[in-house]
């Protein structure tokens, strides 16, 4: 089974502009030349967005977006096959929505959440998103997982690539089942020893007897009734005494005068007094204007210029009969104000007079209204009402006696019924425990035959089982292959030899017949290593059945190898059958491989073919 990537075209994404297409399946190998910066390595992360809506430098979608050439929206379309069907894949992305459309041989097969689609091209390609990423890209930073993880994780790795996860996910099926079974089997002993316990700890008691339940005296209830009706009556006696005795006491508190007669005053006093105020205001302003005119005068005898004499007569006579006006006027305003305070001082007492009568009216109405608000025929000592509440009291302790009596006798009959019936109960449930102790016991037999059968698959589908003798097949071919490529790119002096050892596997390089780390060798030597293992597990997928990928970029890796070295690499690249290579240099070019040039102006990158 192949999955085959054909084209992709793609507007706005990371450095480009709009109407980008490469041919992906067009050269056995292809060379993206370009300087640094250009976007040669976003194709790789342009194709892993598009097929997994992420990608391995962890991008957001609104850093994807070109922002340099205004563009507001990106989006891309891609076109591959597995195996007979041919499949196209487009997603467009505005703002913060992203519309995916999935056709297979034409017919759209989108699902109606996006993420649910992607779901759905997962199952299609067979890889996930890791595996993928680490299969068609390879630089001199990003390290092929499988050559630097742990012996454990090596071994997942070989495990997840080649399918094998399947036989494990039975083993999982079945260890589910037999957890479910033990558990169920708990259970049923738990169920059993309860069971057991109960029949051991429970015998059958002798029934109760019922007693005789006594009278309750209502008629006592009356009595008590009555005689608190009498105590009400006598307390609100009481309150009318209390209420009687307050209107005696603020009534005898009020003073008044009896015949007070209500004061007058002549009419004519009022305007008077409004009469003599305005007088008074008008002289006051003649004054005011006497003294203005008296100001503006000029009695000077001398020229204050020219200091030349003047006739200032008539201005002197002028100021004397001024000041004479105002001392006439000052003096009438005198009298005129001694008037006016006497007249003030008749109205001032004639409102304290009238004021004193008001208050010795308001006296005597309160008076009046207390008097009429007394009820003389109230006596004025309280009745004594005590006897009949201790009455009272004596009669609720003889009826709470009775009741708690009677409470008690039912309270008794009802317990010794549910005793009884408990009784019954538990002679039926002792009939029914034996019964289902007996189909416990069926029951727990069964469930272990059924443990130990599944027990028995699930070794079988366990890392140590079908998986392990697969994997060791697995392991040899890749062993084979890595070693076939690493003897034509070495020249016969690396290759790597698999230690299958339980759930690890080892992997160990030899150098001119001498094992070494694999941290001990150079860029060069350990990218001759890392292309061996891509190629080599690609081969190995393709003779296994799984789902190869014909698409591989090898970014900046000519840069740690010396001449041969690339030549090597390129002899091996294009003996590879179904695999389409895109070398990414920005200072390296081969005359007879196809170059797609990448050329960056203003910010914004452009395919140039």
């Known amino acids: 089974m192949a999955v085959k990537l054909k084209n992709i075209r793609w ?17 056995k190998v292809t060379q993206l030349a370009a300087p640094n910066g250009s976007g040669k390595s976003s194709l790789a992360l342009i194709i892993q967005e598009l097929l997994y809506n992420k990608n391995v430098k962890g991008l957001k979608k609104a850093d994807i977006l070109n922002k340099y050439n205004g563009a507001k929206s990106w989006d891309a379309t891609i076109q591959f096959s597995v195996d007979s069907d041919e499949y196209e894949l487009t997603s467009k992305r505005q703002g913060a929505s992203t519309k995916i459309t999935l056709l297979k041989n034409g017919i759209d097969i989108s699902e109606h959440k996006v993420l649910d689609t992607y779901k759905e091209l997962n199952n299609i390609l067979g890889r996930d ?39 494990l996910d039975i083993g999982e099926q079945l260890k589910t089942k037999i ?12 169920e059993l020893k309860t069971v057991e316990q109960f029949l051991n700890q429970n015998s ?14 209502l008629s006592l209830l009356s009595s008590i009734e009555e005689l608190q009706e009498s105590i009400a009556e006598q307390k609100a006696i009481c309150d009318k005494i209390d209420k009687n005795n307050l ?40 004054i005011l204007k006497a003294k203005k005119d008296l100001q503006s005068l000029d009695t000077s005898d001398h020229c204050y210029a020219c200091k030349q004499p003047l006739d200032n007569s008539q201005s002197k ?7 004479k006006e105002i001392e006439s006027m000052t003096k009438e305003i005198a009298g005129l104000k001694t008037q006016l305070k006497k007249l003030q001082d008749i109205v001032s007492q004639y409102n304290k007079l009238k004021l004193e009568y008001e208050n010795n009216q308001k006296a005597i109405d309160k008076f009046t209204q207390l008097s009429q608000l007394i009820d003389n025929s109230i006596p004025s000592t309280y009745p004594n009402y005590h006897e009949i509440a201790l009455e009272v009291k004596n009669l609720k302790q003889q009826y709470d006696n009775q009741v708690k009596k009677n409470e008690e006798a039912i309270a008794h009959n009802d317990s010794v019924k549910i005793r009884n ?3 019954d109960g538990l002679k039926e449930q002792i009939i029914n425990f034996k019964a289902r102790q007996e189909l416990i016991k069926n029951d727990i037999l069964n469930v272990q035959e059924e443990i130990t059968g599944l027990t028995i698959l699930r070794k079988a589908f366990s890392t140590s089982g079908i998986v392990a003798y697969k994997l060791e097949n697995v392991a040899k071919q890749l062993e084979e292959g890595i070693n076939h490529y690493l003897a034509v790119l070495s020249d016969g002096q690396f290759q790597v030899i698999f230690r299958l050892t339980g759930d690890k596997l080892n992997i160990v390089v030899i150098n001119n017949g001498e094992e070494v780390s694999i941290d001990s060798l150079s860029g060069g030597e350990f990218s001759r290593v890392q292309t061996s293992v891509l190629l080599a597990v690609r081969n190995t997928l393709s003779k296994i059945g799984g789902k190869s990928i014909n698409l591989l970029f090898l970014d900046e890796i000519t840069g740690v190898l010396d001449d041969n070295g690339k030549e090597k690499l390129f002899e091996v690249l294009q003996e590879e059958q179904e695999l389409n290579v895109f070398l990414i240099s920005h200072d390296y070019s081969h005359p007879l491989i196809p170059k797609i040039e990448i050329e960056k102006i203003n910010n914004v990158s ?3 073919s």
Do not use: C, H, W
């Open 11 to 27: 507007n706005n994404m990371f450095s480009y502009g709009a109407d980008n297409y490469i041919d992906l399946n067009s050269n």
């Open 129 to 167: 998103f890791e595996t993928f990423s680490q299969l068609t890209y390879q630089s001199s930073t990003d390290v092929l997982e499988f050559l630097k993880a742990t012996d454990t994780n090596r071994k997942k790795f070989l495990v997840n690539l080649f399918n094998l996860s399947k036989y």
């Open 179 to 190: 957890s479910a079974r033990e558990k169920e089997l708990a259970g049923k002993n738990g």
């Open 204 to 217: 059958i008691p002798e029934k109760a007897q019922l007693v005789t339940v006594p009278e309750v005296d």
């Open 247 to 286: 209107y005696i006491s603020d009534r005898d508190s009020i003073n008044f005068e009896m015949g007070l007669e209500e004061p007058s005053i002549d009419s004519e006093v009022y305007s008077n007094i409004e009469l003599l105020k305005k007088d008074i205001n008008s002289k006051e302003s003649t």
């Open 317 to 323: 006579q002028l100021s004397e009969e001024l000041n």
């Open 421 to 423: 019936a408990k009784i």
């Open 606 to 608: 452009t395919i140039r």
